[in-house]
C-alpha cells in the first residue's frame, strides 16, 4: 500500500490574496493570482523523493457563500496543479469540498448543507486514502490549521502542521492536547519535511 502526504492549499502551499485597496484577504480564485509560498515546492518534492504518493485536500466553501463559482476553484486547483508539475512535483489527486452549512447570498444552493467532507471532518482524506490505496499508519495530513490536524485525527493519519512563527494563536498546539497537537510541525513545508523525514 502507498504512503500519501496530503496537503492542504491556502497557507499552505500558496499565499492568501491581500487586495490592498480595501484590506480585504481572499483565497485564490484565478491562476494569476497563485503564488506558492517559500518552501513549498521544496517540501513537496522532498516526500515525493521519499517515496510519498502526493495528493491535495482543500476547502473552498466561496462557490456556497456566492463569492465565486465552482468553475473558478477548478480552474485555480488545475493551474496549481500544472505549476507544481512544471516545478517537478506531481499531485496525483484532489479533493476540493465546496459546500458551506449556511452559504450566503448568491451562493449556489445545491452546496448549502453540513457535510462529511469538509475539514475538520475527514471525508476528502478518506477519499483520497480509498482512491490511492494508502497506509493510514504511514500517511500524513499537512496544513496549517487547526481544522487539519483534526481532518488528520478524523481519517487516521498523522498530522503536519506549517507553523509560522508569527501565528501565535497556534502556539497551544505545540504542546496542546493530544487530539490538536500535531505529530510534527515547521515553519514552511521544507522545514515540515526535514523534521518528518529526517534520519533516526
Not at 76 to 89: I, P
Amino acid at each position: 500500500m502507498n504512503q500519501i502526504a496530503i496537503f492542504d492549499r491556502d497557507g499552505t502551499i500558496v499565499d492568501v490574496v491581500r487586495d490592498e485597496e480595501t484590506g480585504a484577504v481572499t483565497v485564490a480564485f484565478h491562476p494569476d493570482q497563485l503564488r506558492l509560498l517559500p518552501g513549498a515546492v521544496e517540501g513537496m518534492r522532498a516526500f515525493a523523493e521519499a517515496g510519498y504518493v502526493l495528493a491535495m485536500a482543500t476547502n473552498q466553501p466561496a462557490p456556497a457563500k456566492g463569492q465565486f463559482s465552482a468553475n473558478a476553484v477548478r480552474r485555480t486547483n488545475d493551474a496549481l496543479v500544472a505549476r507544481l508539475l512544471k516545478e517537478g512535483v506531481a499531485i496525483a489527486a484532489v479533493e476540493a469540498c465546496m459546500h458551506h452549512p449556511e452559504g450566503g447570498p448568491g451562493g449556489d444552493p445545491s452546496l448549502v448543507r453540513a457535510c462529511d467532507c469538509r475539514k475538520p471532518r475527514g471525508g476528502m482524506l478518506d477519499a483520497l486514502v480509498a482512491r490511492l490505496g494508502a497506509d493510514r499508519s504511514r500517511s500524513w495530513m499537512l496544513g496549517d490549521s487547526v481544522s487539519d490536524v483534526q481532518a488528520a485525527r478524523a481519517a487516521g493519519l498523522r498530522a503536519g502542521l506549517v507553523f509560522a512563527t508569527s501565528r501565535c494563536e497556534l502556539c497551544p498546539l505545540r504542546g496542546g492536547p493530544p487530539g490538536l497537537a500535531p505529530d510534527a510541525h515547521g515553519a514552511t513545508l521544507a522545514e515540515l519535511a526535514r523534521a518528518i523525514l529526517r534520519p533516526g
